[in-house]
């Protein structure tokens, strides 16, 4: 358990701090620039930022790294458009994203939500982590207000905009997957060797009923707790051979082996 908790803590600590870099080559037409970085995992998030004077800046998208060259240290960052702090009663600038601009990567990194089957699970994790965690009651509450006791990517992301959280932890199969809560990517996977004699849907929450929407997706009930994890983890890491082998290992989880974008030798 001890080696189990420093692996997670190891990963954790690779992205303790945010990692600034500025905007070496654009393509506004297609969402996308490059930066150079020493070291980048592919799905992490953050910001293009803008600096209006020394002492002033604003945000003007959201960026995710696609692409890393270990050689020439070059990440590309797609860009998608940020509406977090939208306020419409306030004026708004029209930059667009130039050379020169600043990107922020592994913004609120230092704070997370771990989604547990059962509170041991979850004291065990938490209590060993030194992470800032944001209690699954707030996010319970958030899904309840959204009319989703079934949690969807959106309802992750809504979250993070909402209360700054880089980081999800989702305990699954005596295993942790690391993510970053934006782009649902998972970042690392450490083993847990952690019993579970009971599990809560859709996780441990103090929070006794989360409301539902009449209809939708999310709207739904969680019958099983580990499903549907496994499904929102493959349908938006397509290409993780890890995540493949994992699933692959499970007879109940064949049917999600067709939404791999990976090639058998």
């Given at each position: 358990m001890k080696y189990t908790i420093l692996l997670i803590l190891f990963a954790v600590e690779l992205f303790a701090s945010v990692i600034k870099a500025p905007i070496i080559t654009l393509d506004n037409e297609k969402n996308s620039a490059q930066i150079k970085v020493e070291n980048i995992d592919l799905g992490v998030s953050g910001f293009v930022v803008h600096h209006i004077t020394p002492d002033h800046s604003t945000i003007l998208k959201n960026a995710t790294v696609v692409a890393f060259d270990k050689k020439s240290k070059i990440a590309t960052i797609?860009?998608?458009?940020?509406?977090?702090?939208?306020?419409?009663?306030?004026?708004?600038?029209?930059?667009?994203?130039?050379?020169?601009?600043?990107?922020?990567?592994?913004?609120?990194?230092?704070?997370?939500?771990?989604?547990?089957p059962n509170?041991?699970?979850?004291?065990?994790?938490?209590?060993?982590?030194?992470?800032?965690?944001?209690?699954?009651?707030?996010?319970?509450?958030?899904?309840?207000?959204?009319?989703h006791p079934t949690p969807l990517k959106s309802d992750f992301a809504a979250f993070a905009n909402a209360t700054s959280v880089g980081l999800l932890f989702i305990f699954l199969d005596h295993k942790v997957y690391t993510i970053d809560i934006k782009s649902f990517t998972i970042l690392n996977i450490t083993d847990a060797a952690l019993e579970v004699k009971k599990k809560q849907t859709p996780f441990y929450t103090r929070v006794k009923n989360i409301d539902a929407a009449?209809?939708?997706?999310g709207s739904d009930e969680m019958q099983e707790y580990a499903?549907?994890?496994?499904?929102?983890?493959?349908?938006?890491?397509?290409?993780?051979k890890e995540l493949y082998a994992i699933v692959k290992s499970h007879k109940e989880l064949e049917n999600l082996l067709h939404e791999f974008e990976i090639e058998e030798k």
């Open positions: 797609a860009m998608s458009e940020f509406n977090a702090l939208r306020n419409n009663s306030l004026p708004y600038g029209k930059w667009k994203p130039a050379v020169g601009d600043s990107v922020e990567l592994a913004f609120g990194y230092s704070r997370a939500l771990l989604i547990a509170e041991e699970i979850y004291h065990r994790i938490s209590k060993s982590v030194h992470i800032q965690w944001i209690h699954p009651d707030l996010f319970a509450t958030v899904l309840s207000f959204r009319g009449w209809w939708g997706a499903p549907h994890y496994y499904e929102l983890l493959v349908l938006n890491n397509k290409k993780n």
